[in-house]
């Protein structure tokens, strides 16, 4: 029994200790990415807006960097804290980079190798938090 518990307990600490560092790295990227939209256009062409809402890359920057951003890192903030609902808050910081990423798809035509890496990336977020949440569900 106290094996088991040993076992669990080493398990739990490397999946949050997975999941905070996909969080941070996730998090810094978008932040650095949106600010990066906002100040050049992270060199795309203005061309690539065409059939999407907006006129300039500020919107999507704001969007990217306090949205996507925002969440990440407050999930690796609650991860690191220990928060009771970390994995959940985790799972809703995957989601919405995993929406982003979904949308950006179907505005963007260009960056397949990266959109399929955020998107691999929000999948591993919500994977580890739904992991985390089962297991600190169950520890009660």
Known sequence: M????????ASTSVVRRALL????FS???AVAGGVGLIVNG???????????PFDSFLVPGLLLSLVV??????AARAVWTRHPRAGLVSMGAGGIMLGWIAVESVMIHDG?????TI????LVTLALGWWLDTREAAAG
């Not at 560092?21 to 941070?24: L, S, Y």
């Open 112 to 116: 397949r190798p990266l959109q399929v």
């Open 27 to 29: 998090g810094l990227n």
């Open 119 to 122: 998107a691999a990336l929000a």
């Open 2 to 9: 106290a094996g088991e518990a040993l076992r669990a307990d």
């Open 42 to 52: 992270l060199g795309i062409p203005k061309d690539q807006l065409a059939g999407t």
């Open 21 to 24: 560092g996909v969080e941070v």
């Open 69 to 74: 951003g925002g969440s990440m890192l407050g």
